[in-house]
């Protein structure tokens, strides 16, 4: 747990459902993939982005640049999470354009961010919370 929060995983992945929904539920993705998978998204976020977690660059009528995971979108309003959380909504009326990112909200991969020491002990937590009975 140290490391999910130290490398502040925690800004945009959720554990069990609870938490932001920035990217996907830790847990839930770890769960589901090979190790191997899971360490290439972790240290090449931009090699494959799911469709539910691409970001898009939203330019207002006022020059104002905004990039981000659009959360909902309405006739008159869009709200989009930025890389921190935070969530703003702005009137269709000042959107000037809208364009998908080619690169994920996520961080890219350092050496000096995550040892491969630590990047092993966050698969271990990730992979013991989503299947109780695997040995460390």
Same mark, same amino acid.
């Given at each position: 747990?140290?490391?999910?929060?130290?490398?502040?995983?925690?800004?945009?992945?959720?554990?069990?459902?609870?938490?932001?929904?920035? @990217?996907?539920? #830790?847990?839930?993705? &770890?769960?589901?993939?090979?190790?191997? +998978?899971?360490?290439? *998204?972790? $240290?090449?976020?931009?090699?494959?982005?799911?469709?539910?977690?691409?970001?898009?660059?939203?330019?207002?009528?006022? @020059?104002?640049? #905004?990039?981000?995971? &659009?959360?909902?979108?309405?006739?008159? +309003?869009?709200?989009? *999470?930025? $890389?921190?959380?935070?969530?703003?909504?702005?009137?269709?009326?000042?959107?000037?354009?809208?364009?998908?990112?080619?690169?994920?909200?996520?961080?890219?991969?350092?050496?000096?961010?995550?040892?491969?020491?630590?990047?092993? *002990?966050?698969?271990?937590?990730?992979?013991?919370?989503?299947?109780?009975?695997?040995?460390?």
């Amino acid at each position: 747990f140290d490391v999910f929060q130290r490398q502040q995983c925690h800004q945009c992945h959720n554990l069990h459902g609870e938490g932001p929904s920035i @990217g996907p539920d #830790l847990v839930a993705w &770890v769960g589901h993939s090979n190790h191997r +998978a899971f360490e290439t *998204a972790v $240290r090449n976020p931009d090699a494959k982005i799911a469709k539910a977690y691409a970001p898009e660059f939203i330019e207002l009528n006022n @020059g104002t640049r #905004l990039n981000g995971l &659009v959360k909902s979108e309405e006739e008159d +309003a869009i709200r989009i *999470a930025d $890389r921190a959380g935070n969530i703003v909504t702005v009137s269709a009326d000042e959107v000037q354009s809208r364009k998908m990112a080619e690169s994920s909200l996520m961080p890219a991969y350092s050496e000096a961010l995550i040892s491969r020491t630590e990047m092993n *002990a966050l698969i271990r937590f990730l992979r013991k919370l989503a299947r109780p009975s695997v040995a460390e």
